[in-house]
């Protein structure tokens, strides 16, 4: 039974008690209230006495029950509910230590988020940019592309008129081969009908002029008197 109980039980008692002296009070006192039945104010009065008498005896009753009975208990179990209050004070304490340990760390993370986020907008607004710009690289790319399929195209044909023109040229080298060979004989038969017997050496100048030219100790006189390197000069061949 716990203290709570005990002061319950040990009230109803006291109520009990009180009762059954109020019973024998009314059973002695009976003559008394015929006596004074038919004054009402007295009556009245002898009713207010009793009941004050009744909560003295009832209150005086429980003091001494409670204090013969559950002081100590009382005080023993106020010193631990005392100690157990103590407790919840410190456990109280660390808590609110820890909660503004934790409120720190919450306004700290706050602000990280908060950077972070502002991170995340440049990041993205970067991100925007470059994907700007990969699409403009991607059509210059596609742009690029179709201008080296152009030029391979062309470059294709190209490399068919090189070879055209190659052949031609070949044509063209036989063809100056020839005619120079013949140039050389009419030169050579020009100089010969010019030269010869009076010359034996000649050159042709510039302008495609034959001049006749003799040797003067080891230098080459050509024309009107003109002196002329041995590489210019040719012999006649009469």
């Known amino acids: 039974m716990n203290l709570k109980d005990k002061i319950i039980y040990k009230l109803r008692d006291s109520v009990e008690a009180i009762r059954e002296n109020r019973m024998l009070r009314n059973l002695k006192n009976t003559k008394f209230v015929n006596l004074v039945r038919e004054d009402r104010k007295a009556f009245g009065v002898l009713l207010v006495i009793m009941f004050l008498g009744v909560i003295t005896a009832g ?10 009975g559950g002081v100590n208990e009382i005080k023993n179990n106020l010193s631990v509910t005392q100690a157990t209050l103590d407790t919840c004070q410190n456990h109280l304490l660390d808590c609110n230590y820890e909660k ?3 409120s720190n760390q919450i306004t700290s993370l706050n602000g990280q988020v908060s950077s972070l986020n502002e991170q995340m907008v440049s990041l993205n607004s970067n991100l925007g940019s470059c994907n700007s710009e990969k699409d403009a690289y991607n059509s210059q790319f596609q742009i690029c592309t179709s201008e080296k399929e152009n030029v391979a195209s062309d470059l294709d044909f190209c490399e068919e008129d090189r070879g055209l023109i190659m052949d031609d040229l070949d044509d063209c080298k036989y063809d100056y081969e020839d005619i120079f060979e013949d140039y050389e004989k009419i030169e050579e038969n020009f100089a010969k009908d010019k030269c010869c017997p009076d010359y034996d050496y000649y050159t042709v100048t510039d302008d495609k002029n ?10 080459f006189i050509c024309g009107a008197g003109e002196e002329t390197d041995d590489d210019d000069v040719e012999e006649v061949g009469c």
């Not at 209150?59 to 013969?68: C, D, K, M, N, Y």
Request: net charge negative; charged share 20%.
């Open 210 to 219: 034959i001049l006749c030219c003799y040797e003067d100790d080891g230098d």
């Open 100 to 102: 503004t340990g934790l």
């Open 59 to 68: 209150s005086f009753t429980g003091h001494v029950i409670l204090t013969e």
